[in-house]
């Protein structure tokens, strides 16, 4: 550990996440539904679901060629599964397993969606439900969700989808979420064209993150007739704070809406809510489900079908368990057959199958056509960065309000600033600001010089060499550290990976980790000009936050030089396996549809400075690739028509281990 000094005596480990569940709380009161007349709520209806298609990038297109294909069937006691594989979006394919009743039909189906089982539908826990709902005369399609089972990077090595994996979506414009209900979509449209389903007479339902697509699929697709999500309402407020998957957000969301509102367009069809007392999410606690239960409620009086919606809490821990099979088989027998009143119903005894036996392709042996999320993040990040290369001109002024919007950071910061006691030479600070975020300083003035370089590294100040300051104490400067947002002494918990928690709460809120530490990196230049009359100040970031040094020089400019290390030199997703280089701070909605770190790079119009860059699949910078990349920074620069001597691209590798 770095002996540098410690601008507060407390950690406040805590501060971001209280202050970001505050906010959350007023979006919760500000979101509640409001709909006078049936006519009101159809209209608000109909645009809250553009909206969300919009934020989640959902591309569905309903007279897709599914192109289904068997590859084998299982003969069970009054029933068989078949393994299957169709096409849910163009070129991109879904494997699954489906649970076919003995008898001609039509049968009433259910699609049944996983949670986070890195083995995905072929876990016994959620083809359990599959030999159920066939025992009880249902036609049941399991499939896997993107990223797992056997639509992972490598078939038959299981990984967990959320995370950098599936927050990659998000950089070319996309999101796991709202992959996922396309694929599901394409689940519906898979068993309405079985001869042996009612189409009128299809259900979903899933738990946990598979309870969590139940209530997205039924909100956006009319032809669920009916639903059972388990362990997944809560509210959206209780997601800032807590511990959810990445494919469980919206961007932006908290913005324009509550949970409320998801489970209102599913009305007037019918959906019952299972909760469990033992859960240790908080956002999934039965308290949670109630807030959105009563919410929705008047939306569902609007229909007069109070009758379609229910909730269930069990004794139990998070899962789906027998008990609450017994409930959703009853609930799919009153809305989906006709029969009974809803109540549980005792399941037919049934047995397992290995998993092997469910899979649509030997291990190892899957066709290329079954894209995994890395794969296909690489090629359409190469088809936008290779769009972006092709413009021949950039308007300055427009990209730089385009990139203001996509990190969420069009507002500057104004400083408070609280002066502690000199320790070793270095002066103590907190910079407040007025929206509520503090900042540890320390400042080191060397005889009144004027030029001060400003580090921010992703450990906080005491992640930072000293090394790396005594090198640029040599230099004419003084230094400056700061612990950005997350950071340092206000680091919060890490979760999944680093700042796995922090960026989805802020997403959720409608902003971006690098937006936010681009204002902060900014409200430091503020202070310092102010306090300490600097006339040139430069930001050295490391890894990801040299990236938002990046985009603080090109939105607020007043910035002599960037200095990134270790940071990447493209969003774009190298390789198709998980990203080892970049933590969860490095996904902005949009970017590569936007431009690149080049076009960043361009707007600062300063110095910039890479030192030893990486990629995201850990791979070394060779010889070629910098002269290629060094190339690209130099064409995009002049294709923003900046001639300034003083600016430019310097891209350094002093890493002996580079390949050749």
């Known amino acids: 550990m770095n002996n540098y000094p410690r601008p507060w005596v407390e950690d406040l480990s805590h501060y971001i996440c209280d202050h970001l569940r505050l906010e959350a709380t007023r979006r919760f009161a500000i979101n509640q539904l409001s709909a006078d007349t049936l006519a009101q709520w159809k209209f608000h209806a109909q645009s809250l679901r553009e909206i969300i298609r919009k934020k989640l ?73 599959g030999h159920s709902l066939a025992k009880n005369g249902y036609v049941c399609l399991s499939i896997d969700a993107w990223g797992s089972g056997e639509r992972s990077s490598r078939h038959g090595e299981y990984e967990y989808h959320g995370g950098n994996l599936g927050a990659s979506l998000m950089n070319i414009g996309e999101t796991l979420m709202g992959a996922q209900i396309a694929d599901n979509m394409s689940g519906i449209s898979v068993l309405a064209s079985l001869k042996n389903v009612d189409a009128k007479r299809i259900g979903a339902t899933g738990a946990s993150g598979g309870g969590n ?114 409930a959703m ?202 306090w300490y009359e600097a006339d040139n100040v430069s930001y050295h970031g490391f890894g990801d936050t040299g990236t938002a040094a990046l985009f603080a020089a090109a939105l607020y400019g007043e910035i002599g030089s960037v200095t990134l290390e270790e940071s990447p030199l493209s969003f774009q997703f190298f390789g198709d396996k998980i990203p080892v280089n970049n933590s969860m701070a490095m996904h902005v909605p949009g970017f590569l549809n936007w431009g690149d770190l080049s076009l960043a790079a361009a707007l600062a119009n300063c110095q910039v400075k890479f030192v030893n860059p990486v990629f995201t699949d850990g791979s070394k910078l060779s010889d070629s690739d910098l002269q290629t990349w060094q190339k690209e920074f130099i064409s995009v620069r002049k294709k923003c028509r900046l001639e300034d001597e003083q600016s430019g691209v310097e891209i350094i590798c002093t890493d002996q281990e580079k390949s050749s």
């Open 329 to 530: 088989l009853g609930w799919f027998d009153l809305h989906l057959k006709g029969k009974g009143t809803g109540q549980p119903k005792t399941e037919i005894a049934f047995e397992s199958l290995p998993e092997e036996s469910l899979m649509v392709f030997k291990k190892g042996e899957r066709p290329e056509n079954v894209v995994s999320i890395g794969a296909y993040c690489n090629a359409r990040g190469t088809e936008l960065r290779k769009s972006f290369l092709k413009r021949t001109s950039f308007s300055e002024k427009r990209k730089r309000e385009e990139l203001g919007t996509l990190l969420r950071a069009e507002t500057m910061l104004e400083p408070i600033v609280h002066q502690y006691s000199q320790e070793n030479g270095w002066d103590k600070l907190c910079i407040e600001t007025a929206c509520g975020k503090m900042l540890p300083v320390l400042v080191k003035v060397h005889k009144k010089r004027y030029q001060y370089r400003v580090f921010a590294h992703p450990a906080g100040i005491n992640g930072i060499s000293p090394q790396i300051i005594s090198d640029a104490e040599k230099e004419p400067c003084n230094i400056v550290l700061v612990d950005l947002s997350g950071t340092g002494q206000i680091q919060d918990n890490v979760g999944v990976c680093e700042f796995h928690q922090l960026s989805r709460w802020l997403l959720w809120l409608g902003r971006t980790l690098q937006g936010e530490w681009a204002r902060e990196l900014d409200c430091v230049n503020s202070m310092l000009r102010l």
């Open 213 to 326: 697509q139940t209530m997205w699929l039924a909100a956006m697709d009319e032809r669920v007739a009916a639903a059972v999500p388990v362990v997944s309402v809560g509210s959206f407020a209780s997601y800032v704070g807590g511990r959810n998957c990445i494919c469980e957000l919206i961007p932006d969301g908290l913005t324009f809406m509550e949970e409320s509102a998801v489970i209102g367009l599913i009305a007037p069809r019918a959906v019952k809510i299972c909760n469990c007392l033992g859960d240790t999410n908080s956002a999934f606690f039965p308290s949670e489900m109630l807030r959105t239960y009563h919410a929705s409620r008047p939306v569902f009086e609007l229909y007069k079908a109070t009758d379609k919606q229910t909730y269930q809490i069990f004794d139990q821990p998070h899962g789906y368990w027998p008990e609450i099979r017994e």
């Open 57 to 129: 990038g959902i591309v569905y297109n309903p007279n897709l060629d599914i192109d289904l294909k068997v590859t084998g069937n299982i003969k069970m006691n009054g029933y068989s599964v078949k393994n299957l594989v169709w096409q849910s979006r163009p070129g991109i394919y879904c494997t699954g397993n489906l649970y076919v009743p003995n008898g001609r039909g039509p049968f009433p189906a259910v699609l049944n969606m996983h949670g986070h089982w890195a083995q995905g539908r072929l876990a016994e826990r959620v083809q359990s439900r």
